[in-house]
């Protein structure tokens, strides 16, 4: 079993950009896809990123994810904030078809 | 359109039983698999359990496995999730999603979810 670690909390200004990281507490980042939902208050999550770097349809080209295996971490990316991204993201990945959802990380927009 | 209707939450005592459902619409059932994710008050996101497209392989969290059940009747497009032995801390929004394949994918598509209360 393994944990993803995410800050629990980050906060920019509208027009910058910040990064959220995901860290996997053992076993390799790269053994195992890594997907991004964003929840907005009183709202079910929805999908930014999936398989580590790709949009789903619809999902603005400001949305990006990557990972990293020397920090055995994923990181969601948004650029050119705006106060509509203020949400929680979620990273998740699999660990013997079960699934594992990081804590999860509170984005301000101020 | 893709949907996801979840039903079935409510109040419950401790150690009681409660089952929920998911009725689809929008994708192909029986060509997907589905999962339940629950969010505890204020808290992140949990997930619970997965069934693959045919009802042939399922797996669970641990903190639910042995009392909670899934399963899916392909022919009402529909998932439930047989809750029993249920505990204070099972109190959770419960969400159906839609796996992006057969059951081995991630959640592509969310319901609005159900809230369960367990309290005496």
């Known amino acids: 079993n393994f944990m993803l670690t995410q800050p629990h909390s980050v906060s920019e200004s509208p027009g910058k950009t910040v990064t959220i990281s995901c860290t996997r507490s053992?076993?390799?980042?790269?053994?195992?896809?890594v997907q991004w939902y964003q929840q907005r208050p009183g709202s079910a999550p929805t999908t930014v990123i999936y398989?580590?770097?790709?949009?789903p349809f619809g999902v603005s080209d400001r949305f990006s994810g990557s990972i990293d295996t020397s920090s055995n971490s994923a990181s969601l990316t948004i650029s050119g904030l705006k106060t509509e991204d203020e949400a929680d993201y979620y990273c998740?990945?699999?660990?013997?078809?079960?699934?594992?959802f990081g804590g999860g990380t509170k984005l301000t927009v101020l | 359109q893709v949907q996801l209707v979840e039903s079935g939450g409510g109040v419950v005592r401790p150690g009681r039983s409660l089952r929920l459902s998911c009725a689809v619409s929008?994708?192909?059932?029986?060509?997907?698999?589905m999962h339940w994710v629950r969010q505890a008050p204020g808290k992140g996101l949990e997930w619970v359990a997965v069934?693959?497209?045919?009802?042939?392989?399922?797996y669970y969290a641990d903190s639910v496995k042995g009392r909670f059940t899934i399963s899916r009747d392909n022919s009402k497009n529909t998932v439930y999730l047989q809750m029993n032995s249920l505990r204070v801390d099972d109190t959770a929004v419960y969400y159906c999603?839609?796996?992006?394949?057969?059951?081995?994918?991630?959640?592509?598509?969310w319901g609005q979810g159900t809230p369960v209360t367990i309290s005496s």
């Open positions: 053992s076993g390799s980042v790269a053994s195992n896809y």
């Open positions: 998740q990945s699999y660990d013997s078809g079960k699934r594992v």
């Open positions: 999603a839609k796996d992006r394949g057969l059951g081995t994918s991630w959640c592509e598509y």
């Open positions: 398989e580590d770097n790709q949009r």
């Open positions: 069934i693959s497209y045919d009802g042939s392989d399922k």
């Open positions: 929008g994708f192909t059932f029986s060509s997907s698999g």
